[in-house]
């Protein structure tokens, strides 16, 4: 049975082979999660969700970035794919704003907790949202500072270690 479930109408074509092997892996650890690919939240903003896995701990919300080069970014700063010839940016335009990465996951959860506290109407939200960004082939030089608000997953070796 099959515990990976993606968006009506979407298409999944940005996850590599190794990341589906690395989250089949994770889920067959963790019987009790799901996770769903590809969808738009249903909060105010309408937002593209890459992949949320949901588990007793909570809902971690994961955005990808397929980048194989090196990533240099700060937590509330630009970052930038540095390719052999250039140098060129990574951010998300939203409400005509530019969102790196981190700001990007961070603002994307809180809009998947606002829309699953709309359709609870006062219920209590049975879980949080955590926000995490994840380089499924970081290239070994990557240099990203930390933010105190989001997990960083540099690679999926270590996404038992990463997600609740």
């Known amino acids: 049975m099959s515990r990976i479930y993606a968006g009506i ?3 999944i074509f940005d996850f590599t ?3 589906y092997s690395d989250l089949i892996e994770l889920l067959n650890e963790r019987p009790e999660s799901f996770a769903m690919l590809e969808f738009v939240g249903n909060g105010p903003k309408y937002r593209q969700v890459d992949c949320i896995i949901v588990s007793p701990g909570g809902i971690d919300l994961i ?4 980048k194989k080069n090196p990533v240099i970014g700060t937590s509330d700063g630009c ?3 540095q ?7 990574i951010f998300n335009k939203k409400d005509g704003k530019e969102e790196n990465p981190y700001h990007q996951a961070k603002n994307t959860s809180d809009d998947l907790a606002i829309g699953i506290d709309q359709k609870l109407r006062g219920m209590p939200r ?7 960004v994840l380089i499924p082939e970081a290239h070994p030089n990557c240099q990203i500072d930390r933010h105190h608000n989001v997990n960083l997953s540099l690679g999926t070796k270590n996404l038992t270690e990463t997600f609740r």
């Open 9 to 11: 109408n979407q298409q």
């Open 17 to 19: 082979d190794r990341f």
């Open 63 to 66: 955005e990808i970035k397929n």
């Open 79 to 81: 970052w930038y794919v």
């Open 83 to 89: 390719d052999r010839y250039r140098r060129y940016a």
């Open 126 to 132: 049975p879980a949080s949202v955590y926000p995490c």
